[in-house]
């Protein structure tokens, strides 16, 4: 693709593919995805694919589509979040200006499957996809069921928004759910420690906070700390009576270094009284998996294809991917694809053109000179 008309031609198709993809609503929620619409026109423009549709229920669908015996695998979710009321345009209208593409998904993360699309068509060589739809939805259906199957690659390239760059390295994100229960009564007497539901949750919340900054010398990959939220807190009835119950909910985002069960239980037993429930309501590992020493032989390892492939490596980065359950599975994986993370999820969502070329040319060169 050295001529100048070969990247117009390759751009041009890309857009074509994606102004279709767009066009299909796979808004996660309502998970309301099922295995006609886009799936339809997937299979329609994979030619001389072997291709599997898979529906896991809930909106959850994967396509698979192998084209003689490729070494990586390319994935890439077609879900996207639901738009907002802040959009100036029909979000399932791509629009294309002189330097972006803007539509629902187009940046997060339609862009990439559009230009896999038009090197699947543009070239014969070997070439495996897994195009999913449940990424968003904090249920990892589809990657699960793929797991299981055993299939065997060198590597699986995840499609995110990462400025093309390859990154290699990504925080952990869990989600807790807890209770803290109190004795109802008068707040005119004398409180112990564990009659307010709430100056328990205080006093958690604190020691909690206090912790997190402890771990701030930790260090993995370039990614430096343990990252914290408290995002919700409820319970109570009024000022002056004592709170039977306080919930609860708070994430964290761990380092590749670091164990979450054992972050799980500390946070569990910071205070006393502890509380009543504790529930952990999603998990998704760090990438690479495994401990220390496994992960920094996996993330270079990854770096090494990246190199092979002429992807440039970029910094680690503080969101999670799929990527991670892609190496906890076993896969040597790291995260790749066009825009910037910064417009995925917002209002007028968009992909820059030079961003979706570079990505599509890419992918090319690997597909046509038989690496991949």
Same mark, same amino acid.
């Given at each position: 693709?050295?001529?100048?008309?070969?990247?117009?031609?390759?751009?041009?198709?890309?857009?074509?593919? $994606?102004?279709?993809?767009?066009? @299909?609503?796979?808004?996660?929620?309502?998970?309301?995805?099922?295995?006609?619409?886009?799936?339809?026109?997937?299979?329609?423009?994979?030619?001389?694919?072997?291709?599997?549709?898979?529906?896991?229920?809930?909106?959850?669908?994967? #396509?698979?589509?192998?084209?003689?015996?490729?070494?990586? /695998?390319?994935?890439?979710? /077609?879900?996207?979040?639901?738009?907002?009321?802040?959009?100036?345009?029909?979000?399932?209208?791509?629009?294309?200006?002189?330097?972006?593409?803007?539509?629902?998904?187009?940046?997060?993360?339609?862009?990439?499957?559009?230009?896999? #699309?038009?090197?699947?068509?543009?070239?014969?060589?070997?070439?495996?996809?897994?195009?999913?739809?449940?990424?968003?939805?904090?249920?990892?259906?589809?990657?699960?069921?793929?797991?299981? /199957?055993?299939?065997?690659?060198?590597?699986?390239?995840?499609?995110? +928004?990462?400025?093309? =760059?390859?990154?290699?390295?990504?925080?952990?994100?869990?989600?807790?759910?807890? &209770?803290?229960?109190?004795?109802?009564?008068?707040?005119?007497?004398?409180?112990? +420690?564990?009659?307010?539901?709430?100056?328990?949750?205080?006093?958690?919340?604190?020691?909690? $906070?206090?912790?997190?900054? &402890?771990?701030?010398?930790?260090?993995?990959?370039?990614?430096?700390?343990?990252? @914290?939220?408290?995002? &919700?807190?409820?319970?109570?009835?009024?000022?002056?009576?004592?709170? +039977?119950?306080?919930?609860?909910?708070?994430?964290?985002?761990?380092?590749?270094?670091?164990?979450?069960?054992?972050? $799980? =239980?500390?946070?569990?037993?910071?205070? =006393?009284?502890?509380? =009543?429930?504790?529930?952990?309501?999603?998990?998704?590992?760090?990438?690479?998996?495994?401990?220390?020493?496994?992960?920094?032989?996996?993330? #270079?390892?990854? &770096?090494?294809?990246?190199?092979?492939?002429?992807?440039?490596?970029?910094?680690?980065?503080? @969101?999670?991917?799929?990527?991670?359950? @892609?190496?906890?599975?076993?896969?040597?994986?790291?995260?790749?694809? +066009?825009?910037?993370?910064?417009?995925?999820?917002?209002?007028?969502?968009?992909?820059?053109?030079?961003?979706?070329?570079?990505?599509?040319?890419?992918?090319?060169?690997?597909?046509?000179?038989?690496?991949?």
């Amino acid at each position: 693709m050295s001529a100048q008309l070969g990247h117009s031609q390759l751009l041009d198709a890309t857009l074509a593919h $994606l102004r279709a993809l767009v066009s @299909f609503d796979t808004r996660n929620p309502p998970r309301e995805i099922g295995t006609g619409g886009i799936f339809d026109y997937l299979r329609e423009h994979l030619p001389g694919f072997e291709v599997t549709v898979t529906d896991h229920g809930a909106g959850a669908v994967t #396509l698979y589509a192998v084209r003689g015996k490729p070494k990586y /695998l390319f994935n890439v979710h /077609l879900d996207t979040v639901p738009d907002s009321p802040h959009w100036t345009r029909d979000p399932h209208a791509l629009t294309v200006t002189e330097d972006r593409a803007v539509g629902l998904g187009a940046c997060d993360i339609k862009g990439a499957a559009a230009a896999l #699309l038009t090197v699947a068509n543009r070239t014969s060589g070997d070439m495996a996809l897994l195009l999913s739809t449940d990424e968003e939805a904090n249920d990892p259906r589809c990657i699960a069921a793929f797991l299981k /199957l055993g299939h065997a690659y060198d590597a699986v390239i995840v499609a995110e +928004p990462t400025r093309g =760059e390859a990154v290699l390295a990504h925080r952990g994100i869990h989600s807790v759910q807890m &209770r803290f229960t109190g004795q109802a009564g008068h707040a005119s007497g004398e409180l112990r +420690p564990s009659d307010s539901a709430l100056h328990q949750a205080i006093r958690w919340g604190s020691a909690a $906070l206090d912790y997190v900054e &402890r771990q701030s010398h930790e260090r993995f990959g370039g990614l430096t700390g343990l990252r @914290f939220n408290i995002g &919700r807190v409820e319970g109570g009835i009024k000022a002056n009576m004592i709170a +039977p119950t306080a919930d609860v909910r708070f994430g964290f985002r761990p380092l590749p270094s670091m164990d979450p069960d054992q972050l $799980l =239980e500390t946070f569990r037993t910071l205070v =006393e009284p502890q509380p =009543e429930s504790y529930e952990e309501l999603f998990r998704g590992v760090s990438l690479p998996a495994g401990d220390t020493a496994t992960a920094e032989t996996r993330r #270079l390892a990854a &770096r090494d294809i990246a190199d092979e492939l002429g992807i440039p490596v970029g910094n680690a980065v503080n @969101f999670w991917t799929e990527a991670a359950l @892609f190496s906890a599975g076993g896969y040597i994986s790291f995260v790749y694809g +066009p825009g910037d993370i910064a417009q995925a999820h917002t209002a007028d969502e968009w992909v820059a053109l030079d961003q979706l070329q570079a990505y599509a040319e890419t992918i090319y060169e690997i597909v046509n000179r038989g690496i991949a």
